[in-house]
């Protein structure tokens, strides 16, 4: 059965410093790969995703994200932390199921911005 | 466009009572998938729903059921409700099955139920 791990469950940065949240997942096939935010109150919007190619994934707000096969990894990285940055983040691994596809989340790292 | 609606935003209940959850999908969405979030189970999938049809369902009880309309609105409803089943539930909404992993599935604000 697939799962994702985010060791992390809190993460606090300065604002400006560089940011990485870590997510290893474990699928037998070929992952599809997403990081979701949550802000308070919020549901939960869309970072970026992986399929395929390019293991380096580009997405909103800055974000980017490696993949990267032989650690089962796909870590969250971005260079200057905003304070509005200051969220839930989300791993979250796609699963084929009753020819649909279903997302299995991790349990979520809290980023903690200080000013 | 308008997005992912979820109503009630909050809802209190007591024990026992059951509940009705309502999700209307971006327009043009087929695919309706709810999720149950609670700080000690994180998200864990409910079901999806697609064309009126429920493609897939999460390892949830009896209690917890569903369903779509042809205007892909969805409802859920929780029977006999426990304490446990205070959570924050929320909908998400895809174009349909396959390209909402692809394009990701857009999240409502959730509705958050208080189980007494």
Redesign the interface.
């Given at each position: 059965a697939q799962s994702v791990t985010q060791p992390d469950i809190h993460i606090t940065v300065s604002e400006g410093a560089s940011l990485e949240l870590r997510c290893n997942y474990s699928y037998g096939a070929t992952p599809?790969l997403?990081w979701?935010v949550q802000s308070p109150?919020?549901?939960?919007?869309?970072l970026l995703?992986y399929?395929s190619g390019d293991t380096l994934v580009q997405g909103i707000k800055g974000f980017e994200a490696e993949f990267k096969r032989s650690q089962s990894s796909f870590n969250l990285r971005k260079p200057s932390v905003h304070w509005s940055d200051a969220a839930e983040y989300?791993c979250a691994v796609?699963h084929a199921?009753?020819?649909?596809?279903?997302?299995?989340?991790?349990?979520?790292t809290s980023l903690i911005v200080h000013p | 466009k308008a997005g992912v609606t979820q109503t009630p935003r909050y809802l209190i209940k007591t024990r026992g009572q059951q509940v009705t959850l309502s999700c209307s999908p971006i327009s043009g969405h087929r695919s309706v998938s709810w999720y149950q979030q609670t700080p000690g189970q994180g998200l864990q999938f409910l079901f999806e729903y697609f064309s009126e049809t429920q493609r897939n369902k999460g390892n949830f009880p009896g209690r917890f059921s569903g369903r779509q309309f042809s205007n892909s609105r969805s409802e859920m409803n929780v029977s006999t409700l426990e304490l446990g089943d205070s959570a924050l539930y929320l909908c998400a909404s895809g174009p349909d099955s396959g390209s909402a992993l692809f394009y990701g599935y857009t999240f409502g604000s959730g509705t958050r139920l208080t189980v007494v």
């Open positions: 599809y997403f979701y109150g919020q549901g939960l919007q869309l995703k399929f989300f796609g199921s009753g020819g649909s596809y279903i997302p299995t989340f991790g349990r979520g | -």
